[in-house]
């Protein structure tokens, strides 16, 4: 995603907040302190407190618990494309 990304195509990014190598809040930190500020969703079956006040500190755009349902995810993502940046 680094390598590829370019910002003047806009997006949104939907990360899972356990992923292997690098989890969600870290990526989210990277991005943040690049100045990437492209909406991102975090998706997690876990209710860790923790890292979701850090996704919202980060200004994630939304936290979606597993399981989910397909309409709500893609809710959130139009909403997310929907806001300016």
């Known amino acids: 995603f680094h390598a590829a990304f370019q910002p003047e195509l806009g ?3 939907v990360l899972d907040l356990h992923m292997p190598a690098m989890n969600g809040i870290e990526l ?12 991102v969703i975090i ?6 407190k ?3 006040k850090r996704a919202r500190q980060l200004g994630a755009y939304a936290v979606v618990m597993k399981p989910f349902k ?3 995810l893609l809710s959130q993502i139009d909403h997310a494309l929907s806001e300016p940046t």
Do not use: K, M, W
Request: with cysteine; glycine share 8%.
């Open 70 to 72: 397909d309409d709500e």
């Open 11 to 13: 997006g949104c990014l």
């Open 50 to 52: 923790q890292f979701i």
């Open 43 to 48: 998706v997690t079956a876990y209710n860790e």
């Open 28 to 39: 989210l930190e990277n991005l943040r302190s690049r100045g990437i500020h492209i909406p």
